[in-house]
């Protein structure tokens, strides 16, 4: 997996992101981190701090000629796009809010990695995108969200669907996650909650 170009990670100071990045970097890739700081924490990033590989850019994803700019300017050869706002209870608390930064942001990302070249493009989406069921969900079952949050990532998929229609010569996953619990989880989810009471 070793390369010179750098992968760049939306969101790479959160939960998930922050474990990505360690990753990427243990396996000699570069990476550049693009994250807000509103959810996720700089903390997360310290011991990757001055290391040769590592760069963090503080910027919003929705603004699409910085992302763009820098996309181009770290010639990334690949895009890890976690940036959303995934904490339902709060995305369920301001649906504005969640279409302008999993829909929007999706599309502002996409766009960026379309003008600078990029080479792969992995979107992580989540389980909401399917209706709760007793019993395990296949791929192909039917994608009804039923919460603001699964609306939001079933969008995201469609407009990444859209690019890679439009760009063959591009590779494009998704990734349908479920819930994930681990060190540096940045808010509370069933999880936490069953093991602390």
Known sequence: MKSDRPWLVTGGAGFLGSHVVEQLLAHAVPVVVVDDLSTGSRDYLLPHQ?????????MDIRDTHRLSVLVKQYDAIAVVHLAALHFIPAAVADPTRTVSLNVLGTQSVLTACRSAGVE???FASTGDVYAPSATA???EDLLTPFNIYGLSKLMGEQLVAL????????RFLIGRLFNLYGVRETN???LPEILNS
């Open 137 to 139: 969900h296949r791929e």
């Open 50 to 58: 001055g290391r040769p590989g590592f760069t963090l850019s503080e």
């Open 188 to 190: 509370p989810h069933i």
């Open 163 to 170: 690019e890679a229609r439009q760009q063959p010569a591009t």
């Open 120 to 122: 792969r493009f992995w």
